[in-house]
């Protein structure tokens, strides 16, 4: 698998760094600048805890491009976004945004997706892992990038936090399923789905969980997997989707599938002509723009939006 020497570069950029030409030099002198705020924004409010505690005194929210970013989260939590009265399906999806376990992609990778998914009838959650600690100051912050990207880490290999998402995630999984009811979810259709990072913590949640955690479908989306991960024998169906021009993640995703279909297990793969990494719910003007929406048929062909 190819050495990771821009993971988290792309992270921050995202699709405005990708969309046209799918790569930008790997220097600090092409970092951002950041507006850095510490408040949350407003419609942050009504997380579920899953350590006990919603405290976001130490966060940091910064905007970059088309997305928000928050850094330094302790405390891992849940968002719902609920469908419309009379369209729910009863499934349920939980979705961790990528940022090279930084950062995470609020918008582009979280809230626009769970909005899209919840009109559609899916109760949606999105998870605010916990993340590495970086500094308040963005010019450090910036300098801790560039350290990092220089390190040559390799896709197939823990990055540092990935364990204590993957963590969070399998919390976050057991948490809805103990809730089901509340929601009018059935506990037996409920999936997970990350981007980038998200789909690093997405991967591991598919191949370490128990029977509380047990994912029912899952979305890896630009992801990755580790070299040593091994696919359950009832690992769920999974969805895998990456840019052929990413140049961060488009050679891990193949490894995936392969992986899943060697352990007999059901899994789709889309690799779209153009769209770099980190696109998310931001416009690509090429076929990726259209990933949603494949999920979407999947979720459909699967069986995963009718009731039982």
């Given at each position: 698998m190819r050495v990771l020497t821009v993971f988290l570069l792309g992270a921050l950029y995202g699709t405005s760094w990708s969309a046209e030409t799918g790569s930008v030099a790997p220097t600090t002198s092409a970092f951002p600048t950041f507006k850095v705020t510490v408040a949350a924004p407003l419609d942050e409010s009504g997380e579920i805890a899953l350590n006990g505690t919603t405290d976001r005194s130490g966060e940091v929210w910064n905007q970059f491009a088309l997305s928000r970013v928050v850094r330094n989260v302790t405390n891992p939590t849940l968002k719902a976004f609920l469908p419309p009265p009379g369209k729910s399906t009863g499934a349920a999806i939980i979705i961790a945004p990528g940022g090279g376990f930084l950062m995470l992609s609020m918008d582009s990778e979280g809230y626009a997706v769970a909005e899209w998914l919840a009109a559609r009838g899916v109760t949606a959650f999105v998870l605010k892992y916990r993340l590495e600690t970086t500094p308040v100051d963005a010019d450090a912050f910036q300098k801790k990038m560039s350290d990092l990207i220089g390190a040559h880490r390799d896709v197939a290999q823990a990055l540092?936090?990935?364990?204590?998402?993957?963590?969070?995630?399998?919390?976050?999984?057991?948490?809805?399923?103990?809730?089901?009811a509340q929601w009018n979810i059935d506990p037996t259709r409920i999936g997970f789905m990350g981007f980038s990072a998200g789909g690093m913590t997405t991967s591991g949640v598919a191949t370490r969980y128990d029977a509380a955690s047990h994912p029912n479908f899952v979305g890896i989306i630009y992801g990755a997997m580790k070299a040593d991960?091994?696919?359950?024998?009832?690992?769920?169906?999974?969805?895998?989707?990456?840019?052929?021009?990413?140049?961060?993640?488009?050679?891990?995703?193949?490894?995936?599938?392969?992986?899943?279909?060697?352990?007999?297990?059901?899994?789709?793969?889309?690799?779209?002509?153009?769209?770099?990494?980190?696109?998310?719910?931001?416009?690509?003007?090429?076929?990726?723009?259209?990933?949603?929406?494949?999920?979407?048929?999947?979720?459909?062909?699967?069986?995963?939006?009718?009731?039982?």
């Open positions: 540092p936090g990935e364990a204590r998402a993957v963590e969070d995630g399998l919390a976050a999984m057991r948490y809805v399923r103990s809730h089901a991960a091994v696919v359950p024998a009832d690992a769920p169906p999974a969805f895998i989707a990456v840019a052929a021009d990413d140049p961060l993640l488009a050679d891990a995703s193949h490894p995936i599938f392969k992986a899943w279909k060697a352990a007999g297990r059901s899994a789709e793969l889309h690799i779209y002509q153009r769209g770099g990494h980190g696109f998310g719910m931001n416009p690509t003007h090429g076929s990726a723009d259209h990933w949603i929406d494949e999920f979407y048929w999947w979720l459909q062909s699967t069986g995963m939006l009718t009731p039982p």
